[in-house]
T-cell receptor
Framework: KNEVEQSPQNLTAQEGEFITINCSYS?????LHWLQQHPGGGIVSLFM???GKKKHGRLIATINIQEKHSSLHITASHPRDSAVYIC????????????FGKGMKLTVNP | DAGVIQSPRHEVTEMGQEVTLRCKPI?????LFWYRQTMMRGLELLIY????????DSGMPEDRFSAKMPNASFSTLKIQPSEPRDSAVYFC???????????????FGPGTRLTVL
């Protein structure tokens, strides 16, 4: 069983739509990281979460430690939001291991 | 700041050859990470350093891979001998600090696309 599951795997939306990307995990974590990988390959860190909610511009990230679930929301989506969104978790247990989800490919059409 | 700098950006080599990838982290960052990304396995953490000391190298595939950080401004990832299955994009990232009690955002370099023929 994968430690990190992202859903959906692919999503196509129309410009302006509200988008939710989900990340579920099965291990105890110390922190969760949302990354954005652009079509050109560059990776940008969006959020680092250990509890609650963070907001940056049109992006909102939430995490529920008890339910082992995090969501990334995009409001008023735009074609430039088209990218792969990757959830990564920093697992507990002394291994200090970073585990990555497979990513979710988002396409926002104009 | 120029961000994390990686070189070369592209490398094509033949099986059996030695490959050295280079990374210059953002000045002042104490943590440095090496990642590998493939279509099959996605992003994988290979190794990370805190204050030039390797902390976790459990992701390093095998003895053919080695990483060094001789000083705070430079790190290398070496593969010898290289094999076709090593073909991937290798990313370096740095962070102000990364410990179990203090997590900071990671800043990624542009990556090195390695092709081993």
């Amino acid at each position: 069983k994968n430690e990190v599951e992202q859903s959906p795997q692919n999503l196509t939306a129309q410009e302006g739509e509200f988008i939710t990307i989900n990340c579920s995990y099965s291990v105890g974590i110390s922190a969760l990281h949302w990354l954005q990988q652009h079509p050109g390959g560059g990776i940008v860190s969006l959020f680092m979460l250990s509890s609650g909610k963070k907001k940056h511009g049109r992006l909102i990230a939430t995490i529920n430690i008890q339910e082992k679930h995090s969501s990334l929301h995009i409001t008023a989506s735009h074609p430039r939001d088209s990218a792969v969104y990757i959830c990564a978790l920093f697992s507990q247990g002394g291994s200090e291991k970073l585990v990555f989800g497979k990513g979710m490919k988002l396409t926002v059409n104009p | 700041d120029a961000g994390v700098i990686q070189s070369p950006r592209h490398e094509v080599t033949e099986m059996g050859q030695e490959v050295t990838l280079r990374c210059k982290p953002i000045s002042g960052h104490n943590s440095l990470f090496w990642y590998r990304q493939t279509m099959m396995r996605g992003l994988e953490l290979l190794i990370y350093f805190n204050n030039n000391v390797p902390i976790d190298d459990s992701g390093m595939p095998e003895d053919r891979f080695s990483a060094k950080m001789p000083n705070a401004s430079f790190s290398t990832l070496k593969i010898q001998p290289s094999e076709p299955r090593d073909s991937a994009v290798y990313f370096c990232a740095s962070s102000p600090e990364w410990t179990e009690s203090s997590y900071n955002e990671q800043f990624f370099g542009p990556g090195t696309r390695l092709t081993v023929l």
